[in-house]
């Protein structure tokens, strides 16, 4: 099912609901949450998700895990979604708090197909015709493979308390080589060295470390539309070489991947 609302079919006696969603460039989805577990995946562009103790940049191909009554928020940059809405007692392996998967060729072809199940669009399928036989052997296959799914590297950690949350959401939304530990502490009116201690404790990573991650985070959707040079440059990197370095140590695969990811998907 393609474009539809969850809420016309949550109330479906089937475990899991497959809809498929184009989203705007830019495109926000505020605060929410689902009575049921949801798997997000980005079939095409870059999928911003953040909950209250963490930030995902995911790119295409990649996808989210998210349990349900978890309050989330999503940012699209020209995605589209092929999402699988699912009744807890059907995975309760299904993680306690938010993971980003990698998406194998395999899974990411049964999704694909299981965006088309459904003839009216409005209505999940049926139970009652050989069709519907296919529909329910390709949604039981997604169970089995979605289990087998290896997380990828693409958390970044946020504290729960203040001042450090706003400081880390503030940097995530515009990330800034220039930016210092003293000019954090002085944010938030505490000592450099109270500021790292802290911060080290509610993240398990110093200041300076976790703002290296979170720019490489955000190169993931300049990399779909600039060159590794520029991108590095815009991140304060000394050159392309020591970028893809510290970017492939971080992700396990070089920047340009990510360019030939889009490229198929497309």
């Given at each position: 099912?393609?474009?539809?609302?969850?809420?016309?079919?949550?109330?479906?006696?089937?475990?899991?609901?497959?809809i498929?969603?184009?989203?705007?460039?830019?495109?926000?989805?505020?605060?929410?949450?689902?009575r049921?577990?949801?798997?997000?995946?980005?079939?095409?562009?870059?999928?911003?998700?953040?909950?209250?103790?963490?930030a995902?940049?995911?790119?295409?191909?990649?996808?989210?895990?998210?349990?349900?009554?978890?309050q989330?928020?999503?940012?699209?940059?020209?995605?589209?979604?092929?999402?699988?809405?699912?009744?807890?007692?059907?995975?309760?392996?299904?993680?306690?708090?938010?993971?980003?998967?990698?998406?194998?060729?395999?899974?990411?072809?049964?999704?694909?197909?299981?965006?088309?199940?459904?003839?009216?669009?409005?209505?999940?399928?049926?139970?009652?015709?050989?069709?519907?036989?296919?529909?329910?052997?390709?949604?039981?296959?997604?169970?089995?493979?979605?289990?087998?799914?290896?997380?990828?590297?693409l958390?970044?950690?946020?504290?729960?308390?203040?001042?450090?949350?706003?400081?880390?959401?503030?940097?995530?939304?515009?990330?800034?080589?220039?930016?210092?530990?003293?000019?954090?502490?002085?944010?938030?009116?505490v000592?450099?060295?109270?500021?790292?201690?802290?911060?080290?404790?509610?993240?398990?990573?110093?200041?300076?470390?976790?703002?290296a991650?979170?720019?490489?985070?955000?190169?993931?959707p300049?990399?779909?539309?600039?060159?590794?040079?520029?991108?590095?440059?815009?991140?304060?990197?000394?050159?392309p070489?020591?970028?893809?370095?510290a970017?492939?140590?971080?992700?396990?695969?070089?920047?340009?991947?990510?360019?030939?990811?889009q490229?198929?998907?497309?």
């Amino acid at each position: 099912m393609r474009n539809v609302s969850l809420a016309t079919l949550d109330g479906s006696a089937r475990p899991v609901l497959p809809i498929a969603t184009d989203y705007p460039p830019g495109h926000l989805l505020d605060w929410h949450e689902h009575r049921r577990a949801q798997l997000l995946y980005a079939a095409t562009g870059t999928m911003l998700v953040e909950t209250a103790d963490g930030a995902w940049t995911v790119p295409g191909e990649r996808a989210v895990l998210i349990p349900p009554r978890t309050q989330h928020r999503v940012r699209m940059l020209d995605v589209q979604t092929n999402s699988l809405y699912i009744e807890p007692a059907a995975v309760p392996w299904w993680p306690a708090r938010c993971r980003a998967v990698d998406v194998p060729p395999l899974l990411r072809e049964l999704l694909r197909a299981a965006a088309d199940l459904g003839r009216s669009g409005t209505e999940p399928p049926g139970l009652t015709d050989d069709g519907d036989v296919r529909a329910e052997a390709l949604l039981a296959l997604i169970l089995i493979e979605l289990e087998r799914v290896r997380e990828a590297p693409l958390h970044l950690p946020i504290p729960a308390a203040p001042p450090f949350a706003g400081l880390c959401r503030a940097y995530i939304a515009t990330p800034d080589v220039a930016v210092t530990n003293a000019e954090w502490a002085d944010a938030a009116n505490v000592a450099e060295r109270t500021l790292s201690r802290d911060f080290r404790a509610a993240t398990g990573m110093s200041p300076g470390a976790w703002r290296a991650r979170a720019r490489l985070l955000a190169a993931i959707p300049l990399l779909q539309h600039q060159p590794v040079a520029k991108v590095s440059g815009a991140l304060g990197y000394a050159s392309p070489a020591a970028f893809s370095y510290a970017f492939t140590s971080a992700f396990g695969a070089p920047p340009s991947t990510l360019r030939e990811n889009q490229s198929r998907a497309r």
